[in-house]
Structures are given as C-alpha cells and as structure tokens.
C-alpha cells in the first residue's frame, strides 16, 4: 500500500499502485482526474466517457440542464457511486473502488445536504463535532473538547459568516445558512479538494452574494469542484467551467468560452423548451 493509502488510514480497498494505474495528472497541477468515466443504469448512460482534469486552486463548475449528470460526476469523484468503467485519480493514483470515508481522509471532502447537520445541536457543537470526528473515535468520545478543537471551530464559523450565531441550534437557521454550516462542518475535515453540489440552491440572492465570497476564500486553501444552476454565481467565481448534456461532457474552459460555445447555447435552448 503506497503513501497515499497509508496517510488515508488502514480500512481501504487498495486504490491501486502499479504502474499502469499511475497515469493521469501526477506533477502536473491536476489533483483530481477522470478517464473514460462512465455510470450506467441499466442501458441508460447517466455518465459516459466523461475525462476530466481539476487543477489545484481552480473553482471548477459543472453546468448543463436538469439530468445532465453532474451530480452523478460529483457522487463518482467522492466515491459516493462507483463507476461503471473508467477511473477517477487523485494526485495522479487510481482511487479504484475506495469508500467515501477513505477519499475524505485522503482530502477529497464532500458538502452533505442536510444529512451533515445535527438538530438540536448548536452551529458551534456541530462543526466542533465535525473537527473532532477528524481526529477519529477518540475524537468523538471526548467529555471536554479541547481549547484547539473549539477554536478551529469558531474559526470555521468565522470563514463561513455564521460566528454571530454559534450558540443558535443548527435546525433554526434559515436553509442558506444552513448550507453555509454544512460547508464549515466539510472544511473542518481540512480538505485539498471540496465537493459541492448546488451549494446556492435555496439561497436568497443576497446569501448567494455573499456566497461568491466564501468560495473565493475557501478556494485559497482547497481546490473547490462544484455544480451549479446559477450562471451569475458560474461567471463570478469560476475559473475553469464544464458543461454536461446527457452524461456527456459538450464544453470545456473559461466560463466566457462555455457559455459562448454553440453546442451549450443549443443545449441550454433545448433545456428550456423542454422544461
Ligand atoms: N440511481 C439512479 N437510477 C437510475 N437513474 C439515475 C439514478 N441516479 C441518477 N439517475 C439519472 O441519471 C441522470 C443524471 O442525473 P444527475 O442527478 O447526475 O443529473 P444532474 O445534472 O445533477 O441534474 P440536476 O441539475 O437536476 O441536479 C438523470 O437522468 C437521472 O434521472
Ligand atoms: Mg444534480
């Protein structure tokens, strides 16, 4: 088991370490790479053929209309599902069929919906969860947190806008914030790479200003891959844009040069007389 695997923990399936699997994006600045990624439901192709290269540092979004399969490319970056055929690799090493946990302890964090939020637990409580839930077991039975843990916490309420309201129990916050939460609760696990989906959805423009933000500022320290149906929050923060139609990849590059492409225009007329 190489480097990788061993910084990541010891209940893995071994991503792999022979030379073939040792391909795409090593030294090259792409920390997060797909070959031939293809999902397949029954004959239905929800992901096909899909390559992929995130490079360090970019705000990388995914666009295209409803069942395009972003989701799907995000669920199969994080191990969420598992490929029908092709290979995601980080830092250039084929992940295999690796466990979500175990991508998220190697750095691939992944935003959760709602599911990451305990009820009844306040903002503060809940990222202090999530920073000690990175420190394992020992982490989670600890009676009295540690200073450090609490600070990390209140640090990451800070970043996200929610410092003002650390003592209010997390199901009380209004579904932005909440979204805001989740993505402190994600950073807590200190991620190289974060995966978010639709992180506006639900936001009120002004949280979703606000929103432009924090992604600029979390991208300073993690690479940041997320979809999104907002094409003012795609053109304010992305720096690399790509468009799905139908599982498959239509466009590729700046966000100026997605939604300027013909093929996304027809694909996103075609979306909308559908609708
Ligand atoms: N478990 C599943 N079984 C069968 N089909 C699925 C499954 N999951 C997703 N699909 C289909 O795969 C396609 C891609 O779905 P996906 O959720 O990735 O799209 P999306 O681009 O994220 O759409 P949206 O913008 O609505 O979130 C859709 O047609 C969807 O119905
Ligand atoms: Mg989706």
């Known amino acids: 088991m190489g480097a990788l695997a061993d910084a990541a923990g010891k209940d893995t399936v071994d991503p792999g370490s022979s030379p073939a699997s040792a391909v795409a994006g ?3 600045g792409v920390v997060l790479a797909a ?3 293809s999902k ?3 004959v239905f192709r929800a992901v096909w053929s899909v390559d992929l290269d995130i490079h360090e540092n970019d705000i990388h979004v995914f666009i295209g209309p409803n069942g395009a399969g972003k989701s799907t490319v995000l669920n199969l970056l994080g191990g969420q599902i598992l490929p029908t055929s092709g290979e995601v690799y980080f830092d250039g090493r084929s992940l295999g069929r690796t466990t979500p946990s175990w991508r998220a302890r190697a750095g691939i964090g992944r935003s959760f919906q ?3 939020i305990v009820p009844g637990f306040t903002c503060l409580e809940n990222v202090l969860l999530a920073v000690q839930a990175r420190r394992g077991l020992f982490g989670l039975l600890r009676l009295h947190s540690r200073d450090e843990d609490v600070a990390m916490a209140e ?3 800070d970043l996200v806008g929610l410092r003002g309201v650390a003592s209010v129990p997390a199901d009380l916050l209004a579904h932005g914030q909440q979204r805001q939460l989740e993505i402190a609760a994600a950073l807590a696990g200190r ?4 995966l978010l989906d639709e992180p506006s959805s639900g936001m009120s423009a002004h949280e979703r ?5 924090l992604l600029r500022k979390i991208v300073k320290s993690a690479t940041i891959v997320m979809a999104e149906h907002d094409v003012h929050l795609v053109r304010t923060v992305a720096t690399r844009v790509t468009a799905f139609s ?3 990849k239509v466009a590729e590059g700046t966000s100026d040069e997605v939604f300027d492409s013909a093929e996304v225009k027809r694909v996103f007329l075609r979306g909308r007389r559908d609708a």
């Open 114 to 116: 709602l599911t990451s």
């Open 191 to 194: 991620p190289r790479v974060l």
């Open 35 to 37: 070959r031939g990624l």
């Open 246 to 248: 139908e599982g498959r």
């Open 40 to 42: 397949l439901y029954g």
């Open 26 to 28: 090593a030294g090259s």
């Open 155 to 157: 640090e990451l309420l």
């Open 209 to 213: 200003a606000g929103l432009g933000g």
